[in-house]
């Protein structure tokens, strides 16, 4: 019954796959993925140059429209302005006197938006807040909270009369609403922003101006038809009264200024920046107040007065048609892409459209692109376990060192803005009897804003040359690359990237071979180059293989699926043997998929739809590319020309996720440490969840250096905390948080899934924790001993366990903990 089963499922995905081919015909002139043909000869011949080894060569000589996609609609808006004063001090300072007047756009007269920037806007901004409804209503509930509670703490045994008592509890009641009218007001000042003087804001404007202009000296590139468009819609907003909801990538603390500054010199309203309190430091924090930054706390807690001032603050600004700026990932980006979405501030803007306070809203996708980031290396300390260091702004651009450095350029690109109440309402027409006052359909109206803002953000992204050469010299195999090969690779990367649909970034008619040249030197730090009498041509090689991942992974979203087909395949390639033997039926394949695709969800964004039917047309598209093929009984491998091309196609795919499979399968032998030193133990082995992150790095970091783990970036924290996160959503690991004392969460392994202990008293390699591990394992690239998987078990379960005798907690510890939980149930019941 099974075998008719399977070979009806495979029967219906054959179908439906020749329906998809069917239905998608492909052009007789789109770009081939493999870039090898092979001569009557025998050789083999490649397309683009193979003797560029002179940076000045003619660009007539390349043949892939001279890295130019769409050359008039590019703009460089700060292509005039002075860098440094000793280069050019008569027009560095006639900029200055043009700031200091106020002259043409740098007055910010005539902007598009409601007005601001005029003595006493602060304050009334603050009067309407503090004023509210819903304002007073939660000091009202407050005062009475606490005059209430007061009351009954001081009671005696002697009876007071009715009326004295009423009378006591108005006046304390009056009192404490006094009291938390001020603290409102400290919190207003605190977090506010402080748009008054227009003189401060193009002060500021004129400090980015020269930071970035000196930083970035290839300057801050925009799309212009995407920003006349945003132009458009800005001036119907206004008209409206209707804010733009600005909704950037997050890269690094540079966003912040690059969109304020785009949109000053655009002659759009500058908007209002929500922005973490850690910002609001002395000088620097005035300065982004006057700018547009508000200043909250990352966690709110039980603080509903807090909650209430800026979720007012919000609304008010939203009514009143101010723009406001956040970012949906919550945080910086430490890995390269996109960050699974944050709802905290988009549920407020949600909340305020849904309640009727505002009457809609312009959602505005923005993708920023960088040559080069200032925090990369703090970034891999840190994902590294080295304790974060207190971020700051100003200690960022006050270094003289890093003003003199040279870090390419900007790209600012933006998505067609889209309203808030429109898509609210086709999400409801589309959804039967969906009541958005149920909290558990909000969220799910609130995850569906949020991939889609993901989504947008990542459709208008542009690829930056450093994305490329980082992307091309970590998918390749062996210690380095020759630049001929180099600049022939990127071109092909390049190639694939706009068959996509994605987008590089624009450079006229320069040649690849200067484009190389420049990425190369902006990353000198991070890729070396051995040229002269010891080499033969010039060779290029990785030197923070870890930072560099940073850059590869911008690439990452533009090839999720094929990656996710390709590594899944290799469950059967990486045994060898001859073509028979390293193919697999689609339907497999497709479980296969399912599998790394659920295990990967918190990490990747992926297109909308289905898995079956986004895996059929993965497959399609690899097919068209040659680099796989599927036989008409269902047999999916790989081609003939990816063979002869040594796979390079193929591994690029496998290479871009293959360090994210091994960071989930790192975690998931992380999951063996928290097995009860006892044999046969039935109870879970409760840790401190910091300690067993920590841990689990030092695990990561052994197997690496012993040659078992193929890559250090899969130790980073951010993807194993996603891991384990996906595992406690699994039910494998178990986790419980406490509200008071030092340790606030703790994990340990589900009981079902405790491996059993030999005789010996080591770990045994069985039960479903090490079946996730040899699942996981299958796709992943190994280390040492590859095709000997009893030595990998047996020295990967050995280091596992050293790890969990560490765990192991002191009699006095774990009598602590059970003092504390009696406690906690004592006071709850």
Known sequence: MANVLTEDRLKRLLEQYREICLMQNPQDDSPDLNLVTHNAGGGANHEGSDDDDDSQQKAEEYTLDEWTTGVREHRNIVAKEPRRIREDPVAFLLNVGLFYNGTGWRGYRHYIGSKFYYKGFSNEMKDKVLNSREVQNVIDLLAERQAHFLGDSQKSGSPVPEKKRIAELQRKRKQFKKELEAVAKVIADKCFSNMDDVRLLRFFAFTINNILVRLYHQGIHIKESEWMELRRVA?????????????????SHVDYLVVSYVMFRLGLQIPHIVAGDNLDMPVIGTLLRGSGAFFIRREWGDDLLYKAIVEEYIAKLMSGGYNIECFVEGTRSRLGKLLTPKFGILKIILDTILAGKATDCMLVPISIGYDKIIETSNYANELLGTPKQKESLWGVFSSSRLLQLKWGRVDVRVSKPFSLKNWINKQMAIRTNFDVSLASNKVVLLKSLGYKVLADINAISVVMPSALVGTIILTLRGRGVGRNELIRRIEWLRRIIINKGGNVAEFGNIPTGVIVDRATTILKDLIGERTGKEVIEPTFYGIKRFELSYYRNQVIHLFVEESIVCVSLYTVIKRGGAKLQQRMQIDQLLDEVSFVSSLLKLDMIFKQGGVESNTLRTIRWLVENDVLEVTDDGWVGLTDAERACGRENYDFLCFLIWPFVESYWLA?????????????????????????????????????????????EAVNKETMKNAFSRYIEQGILLNRKFKTGKVTSEVALNPECIPKRGSDGTILPEGQAW???????????????????????????????????????????????????????????
């Open 668 to 712: 998931a032998v992380a999951l063996l440490s928290l097995t009860p030193a006892k044999p046969d133990a039935e109870v879970p082995q409760w840790i401190d969840e910091k300690t067993f992150s920590n841990r689990t790095q030092a695990l990561g970091k052994t197997l690496y250096y012993q040659g078992d783990l193929s890559y250090l």
């Open 771 to 829: 079946d996730l591990v040899e699942r996981i394992g299958k796709c992943r690239r190994e280390g040492k001993n590859r095709r000997d998987n009893a030595t990998v078990s047996a020295r990967t379960l050995r280091l596992a366990d050293m790890v969990g005798q560490d765990n192991l907690p002191s009699i006095q510890e774990q009598k602590k903990r059970a003092k504390a939980e009696a406690a906690s149930v004592g006071a709850r019941l």
């Open 235 to 251: 001036q119907i907003a206004e008209q409206k009264k209707q804010s733009l909801i600005l909704l950037p990538s997050h890269k």
